[in-house]
């Protein structure tokens, strides 16, 4: 069945640029878009963005500006960057697969925490 | 502070029914037509329960059933478990290559 591991550092300082990837196995990147969300500490679910087969993405408007979006079919992953971090951007992140005309999440990675801090 | 609003908690007793409810506005529920409903237990991702407002994906059990009137989603859970006791998030998508948001999430508590 399809499966998604997220990877990336546990650790980032502040102004720096995060850098996270989301492994798929078990399934095809096709019909379907593929999206990040994360979680501050003792917080709801914030919806990052997503991304189709093709490369086509679309963003959260609060965080379009240092966002970015990647795929790598070839490679079965996709990526995510957020620059110029802040203590605000301390959460887990989780990557997941989204129906493309329902929206719903299913499956999702275990999620990464990610903290920012000198 | 999300535009779709949530009760911070309800509770319930085992055998119970409780409702969970996600309102939001004319322009959000008016662009955003399909709703979903997550559970998500502590230290685990979400998972999806209902999605396009009342459809059940293959494995969630029956007890689980959404609907929308106007401008407020519900979420009923019927015959309480234990189990049931997380945390829960609707969320609002307009469809292909559109914004999506998720409600600030609802704690249940089964007594």
């Known amino acids: 069945q399809v499966q998604l591991q997220g990877s990336g550092p546990g650790l980032v300082k502040p102004s720096e640029t995060l850098s996270l990837t989301c492994s798929l196995s078990?399934?095809?990147?096709?019909?379907?878009?593929w999206s990040w969300v994360r979680q501050p500490p003792g917080k709801g679910l914030e919806w990052i963005g997503y991304?189709?087969?093709?490369?086509?993405?679309n963003y959260s408007p609060s965080l379009k500006s240092r966002l970015t979006i990647s795929i790598d079919t070839s490679n079965n992953h996709f990526s995510l960057r957020l620059s110029s971090l802040t203590a605000a951007d301390t959460a887990v992140y989780f990557c997941?697969?989204?129906?493309?005309?329902?929206?719903?999440?299913?499956?999702w990675g275990l999620g990464t925490l990610v903290t920012v801090s000198s | 502070q999300s535009a779709l609003t949530q009760p911070r908690s309800v509770s319930g007793s085992p055998g119970q029914s409780v409702a969970i409810s996600c309102t939001g506005t004319s322009s959000i529920f008016g662009t955003y037509n399909y709703v979903s409903w997550y559970q998500q237990h502590p230290g685990k991702p979400p998972k999806v329960l209902i999605y396009d407002v009342t459809q059940r994906p293959s494995g969630v059990p029956d007890r689980f059933s959404g609907s929308k009137s106007g401008l407020t989603a519900s979420l009923t859970i019927s015959g309480l478990q234990a189990e049931d006791e997380a945390d829960y998030y609707c969320c609002s998508y307009g469809g292909a290559y559109t914004d999506l948001m998720f409600g600030g999430g609802t704690r249940l508590t089964v007594l």
């Open positions: 078990g399934g095809s990147f096709t019909n379907f878009f």
């Open positions: 997941a697969r989204m129906d493309f005309w329902k929206g719903f999440h299913s499956p």
């Open positions: 991304i189709d087969s093709s490369g086509k993405t």
